[in-house]
């Protein structure tokens, strides 16, 4: 109560005034917060990139499983991985709080730290933003500005049969983390995945610098589902096989037997935030080498075929029968 | 039900093409709704202008004081507000909504048609955006692009003693729109003027390209509160004189007598949607001329001072006492 009380006593621009203080000026920001729109300059011979995503209390994160310094920086993460996909370099991002009254200033204050702590590690600034009450639940709407060369902007649209699909990390353990807190655990590997994701800016800026993939996109919807926007967009079809799929050490301890079920989870779970991209034949000895230079794992799971059907062949080599539909947030 | 049932089945991809198949594509855009971000390209020697605003039912409407129409063109204008405020050319927009349960797929529609409706007035285009549900209540999160050339930007900082201020159209009117709707009216000048406001885009681009105001801001915290800000930033004070404050004729025919409450209402009561700029002495006389090509009513309210103090003077030349505050979301 005394840090609610903390919060109506400092106001909306007090709250503003108080986060403001700890921006420093980024690079290209010619107006930031505090003027009616921020300003910034665009780099000579780049097109803009912008995306958005809304993070809301209840429907994407639950207080009592989350805390705030993980879920600030969730927030910035997962919207740095939609710019990450298109290969490009974030540069800024706007904040929008929608407060809750039982909201304490504690709170808020390290939810902002942890935002601005992944912000730092991304080389991004926080240009503007907008703050008020919520009646019931915290609302967190982020928008994130990029930036990339106009030739090397990775779209969903790009995959054509004969391309291999490679996928970054391991899937499923944000699914089986998000299980286990549900289930009272607080600790480990598939949790930290869960409550505090990485985007793969890195790898997503070094693969369209080397113009490697043709068509990217992030992990968010669950691989199936994220691969079909892939396959709908690029008007093509494509064939996965479930002894290539990257699953942790954790994930296999949790699951000693890939049945169906634990495919699934691993195949439709969601919010991996990795990146899933299609190669060119030419171009996939290019790939290992790339990643290793970053230090990061990737695996190739399968190709892109002319049919359109999307299939995971078993380790038979037989066809799976696995419900491809990711997070539908109305189903 | 049939309608809610009919967003069911539509489900979240549905609803985004829904929406996606209505939008033409803009100018400038590389890639629009449908993949991981947005990419448009910025015009040569312009700088980027951003802006978001968020609104929440329960806290900046009431779904059984507002119709849907209103309510898609009043969230786009009150960001469009912004971009105005700083004299700049409104291009893109990004849209996220967070659909309650009880939301009809009726609704949406017609909501999306008016935010459609003003985007077509104005020249922009939608690109991207989020769609979620939300537990409770709707929340439309718009965030708007524009540009400036640099050197035509008009910031809050600018106001120096001796410049004349300015204030477009009349003030008070959406804050007696809002008290009559809640007093059971449906209709009248004053309920448009709340429920849909029209921002003063074409009077800050023209404003700005002629070079004339040294500070602006758009009236959406209440007269004294965005006056306030200017002050604020520009290390100033101003005198306002309580008989310049340009008051509709439906105002003055509700408030006969103009009171101490009726100015308070006019000053503090918020969501004008006006622009208010500060003008130095050598360029006041251009004022009028180019507001009167417009076809767009001008007062000048009063001048910046030294004084770091904002003072309300009334027809007698004494200082009028009133609370300066405007809106504050946890106040």
Do not use: W
């Amino acid at each position: 109560m005394k840090d609610g009380a903390n919060l109506k006593k400092l106001g909306e621009f007090g709250l503003i005034e108080r986060f403001a203080r700890q921006i420093s000026t980024g690079k290209g920001v010619v107006l930031g917060i505090g003027d009616d729109a921020a300003a910034f300059q665009p780099s000579p011979g780049r097109i803009n990139l912008i995306t958005t995503d809304m993070l809301i209390e209840g429907i994407h994160f639950d207080l009592s499983l989350c805390d705030p310094l993980s879920l600030g920086r969730k927030a910035l993460s997962v919207n740095l991985s939609d710019i990450a996909a298109m290969g490009g370099e974030p540069r800024h991002f706007l904040l929008s709080l929608a407060i809750p009254p039982a909201m304490t200033l504690d709170f808020l204050d390290n939810c902002f730290t942890g935002m601005l702590q992944r912000a730092e590690q991304f080389g991004v600034t926080l240009i503007g933003g907008d703050t008020c009450a919520s009646p019931a639940t915290l609302v967190l709407s982020l928008t994130v500005l990029g930036e990339q060369f106009p030739d090397r902007i990775v779209p969903r649209s790009g995959a054509r049969p004969g391309d291999r699909i490679f996928v970054t990390g391991t899937i499923g353990d944000s699914a089986l983390g998000l299980r286990l807190l549900q289930q009272g655990e607080r600790q480990g590997s598939a949790i930290v995945r869960h409550l505090d994701p990485l985007p793969r800016v890195l790898e997503g800026r070094a693969l369209a610098e080397a113009n490697i993939p043709s068509a990217m996109i992030d992990l968010s919807d669950g691989l199936l589902a994220d691969l079909g926007h892939i396959l709908d967009l690029s008007a093509a079809g494509a064939r996965i096989h479930s002894e290539a799929l990257p699953l942790s050490a954790d994930f296999r301890g949790h699951f000693p037997a890939i049945t169906e079920q634990t495919l699934s989870l691993a195949l439709a779970g969601g919010e991996d935030y990795e990146l899933l991209f299609t190669v060119p034949p030419e171009k996939i000895s290019h790939v290992l080498p790339l990643m290793e230079k970053l230090g990061t794992p990737v695996s190739a799971i399968g190709t892109i075929t002319e049919e359109r059907k999307l299939a995971v062949i078993g380790p038979d080599g037989t066809e799976i029968s696995l419900d491809r539909k990711g997070f539908d947030h109305f189903s």
